[in-house]
């Protein structure tokens, strides 16, 4: 918990943390990946280096979503047990360009248990190649437009509702029927594992 330490620890690449209040000091600037557990009053600036970040039990602002999305080098992003402020994402131009992981599992869209709203395009995930959703209830549906980014390998749906479940069905039919056999869609439910490959 003493910035001093870190700040002697020039060469570190990768740092787990928990905060049980606002994080006491400045993460550094080297680091490439990030697992990082706060409470809800948090707000933290994230490096610019950041290959992967993990974030759990987070309550974040809109504006910094955007600013995780705009983190040139991020290639992993895993969000867990958290929500964000608000109940429409509307992802921006310029943003998650290099990501290829992204995990969603039990966040919330809202702080509302009613359902959200993703507004995605194939644009803004443009290296996308896995999407894993667990245990998320806040979604009506996977937008039809993540089965058009071209790098989408896999869409992984666990433990979410049925409408989620048959919205991935839906975009590997669709998929399909347009000539495109790379991507697939693995479905688990009551610890029944169903894969659609």
Do not use: H
Request: proline fraction near 4%; charged fraction near 30%; include cysteine.
């Amino acid at each position: 918990m003493d910035a001093k330490v870190l700040g002697c620890a020039s060469n570190l690449r990768r740092l787990k943390c928990k905060f049980k209040s606002q994080c006491p000091f400045q993460l550094p600037n080297q680091l490439e990946s990030l697992n990082i557990s706060f409470m809800r009053d948090s707000d933290p600036n994230f490096p610019l280096n950041l290959k992967k970040l993990t974030l759990l039990d987070f309550d974040l602002s809109w504006e910094k979503i955007r600013m995780i999305g705009r983190l040139p080098n991020l290639e992993v992003l895993k969000l867990r047990d958290g929500s964000f402020k608000e109940k429409q994402w509307d992802t921006e131009e310029g943003e998650f360009q290099k990501l290829k992981f992204f995990e969603l599992n039990d966040v919330k869209i809202s702080n509302q248990y009613a359902c959200a709203e993703w507004n995605p395009t194939s644009d803004d995930y443009p290296n996308l190649e896995r999407f894993v959703l667990r245990n998320c209830y806040c979604l009506n549906k996977i937008p039809s437009s993540l089965g058009y980014i071209l790098t989408l390998q896999k869409i992984e749906v666990y433990g979410c509702t049925k409408s989620i479940e048959k919205s991935a069905v839906e975009i590997e039919e669709e998929q399909q029927e347009m000539g495109n056999e790379e991507l697939k869609v693995v479905i688990t439910r009551d610890s029944k594992r169903i894969n659609r490959a």
